[in-house]
C-alpha cells in the first residue's frame, strides 16, 4: 500500500505559478512512476503531468507542455508539479497517482490521493 497526501494549492491569478507537493508514506516510493491527473466539475478526470521511478522520463499532456514541470525527490518520498503561466482553465482538484508505469492513463495507476484545489482567478 501507499499513501499519497497532495498539499500547494490554493488560489491565484491567471498567470501566477503554485507549486504542488505529493508526500508518499508506506512501500517504497522510488520503486513507482508517479503521475498528476485533474478533474474540473463535471469534466473527467484528465492527465496532466508523468514521471518515472528515477526520474529519467517526463511526460506532459499538449494543454501544459512549457508551462508545468513535474520532478521528484526519492529521498523524500515527494513529488512536485510546478505550474507557470496559470490560466482559468487550469483550475481543477489536482490529483497524484503512484502505478508501475509512467503513463497517461488512468488505468495505469494503482493508487490516489485525496486531491488539493487549484482555483485560478481571471
Known amino acids: 500500500q501507499v499513501q499519497l497526501v497532495e498539499s500547494g494549492g490554493g488560489l491565484v491569478q491567471a498567470g501566477g505559478s503554485l507549486r504542488l507537493s505529493c508526500a508518499a508514506s508506506?512501500?517504497?516510493?522510488?520503486?513507482?512512476?508517479m503521475g498528476w491527473f485533474r478533474q474540473a466539475p463535471g469534466k473527467e478526470r484528465d492527465f496532466v503531468a508523468a514521471?518515472?521511478?528515477?526520474?529519467?522520463?517526463?511526460y506532459y499532456a499538449d494543454s501544459v507542455k512549457g508551462r508545468f514541470t513535474i520532478s521528484r525527490d526519492n529521498a523524500k518520498n515527494t513529488v512536485y508539479l510546478q505550474m507557470n503561466s496559470l490560466k482559468p482553465e487550469d483550475m481543477a482538484v489536482y490529483y497524484c497517482?503512484?502505478?508501475?508505469?509512467?503513463?497517461?492513463?488512468?488505468?495505469?495507476?494503482?493508487?490516489w490521493g485525496q486531491g488539493t484545489q487549484v482555483t485560478v482567478s481571471s
Open positions: 514521471i518515472s521511478w528515477n526520474a529519467g522520463r517526463t
Open positions: 497517482a503512484a502505478g508501475r508505469v509512467a503513463g497517461t492513463s488512468r488505468a495505469e495507476y494503482d493508487y
Open positions: 508506506g512501500r517504497a516510493f522510488s520503486m513507482y512512476a
